[in-house]
Nanobody, 125 residues
C-alpha cells in the first residue's frame, strides 16, 4: 500500500506560480513512477505530467509543456509540480498518483494504482 498526500494548492492570479507537493508513505522503498492529474468541475480527470522512478524520464501533456515542471526527491519520497504562467483554465483539483507496475509514459489513468485526495488550484483572471 502507498498513501499519497498532496499539498500546496491555493488561489493565485493568472500569470502567477504555485508548487504542489505529494508525499508518499507506505511502500516507499519500491520503485514506481509518479504522476499528476487534474479534474475541473464537470470534466473528466486528465493527465498533467509524470516522472519515472529514477527521475530521468518526464512526460507532459501538451497543455502544460513549457509552463509546468515535475520533479521528485527520491530520498524524501516526494514528487513536486512547479506550475508557472498559470492560466484560468488550469483551475482544477490536482491529484497525485503512483504507478506500481510498468509505466509506459502514457496519459492513461489505469496505469496508476494509488491516488491522493487532491488539492484545489484556483487561478483567477
Amino acid at each position: 500500500q502507498v498513501q499519497l498526500v498532496e499539498s500546496g494548492g491555493g488561489l493565485v492570479q493568472a500569470g502567477g506560480s504555485l508548487r504542489l507537493s505529494c508525499a508518499a508513505s507506505g511502500r516507499t522503498s519500491s520503485s514506481y513512477a509518479m504522476g499528476w492529474f487534474r479534474q475541473a468541475p464537470g470534466k473528466e480527470r486528465e493527465f498533467v505530467a509524470a516522472i519515472g522512478w529514477s527521475a530521468r524520464s518526464t512526460f507532459y501533456d501538451d497543455s502544460v509543456k513549457g509552463r509546468f515542471t515535475i520533479s521528485r526527491d527520491i530520498a524524501k519520497s516526494t514528487v513536486y509540480l512547479q506550475m508557472n504562467s498559470l492560466k484560468p483554465e488550469d483551475t482544477a483539483v490536482y491529484y497525485c498518483a503512483a504507478a506500481m507496475g510498468y509505466y509506459s509514459g502514457s496519459s492513461r489513468r489505469d496505469e496508476f494504482d494509488y491516488w491522493g485526495q487532491g488539492t484545489q488550484v484556483t487561478v483567477s483572471a
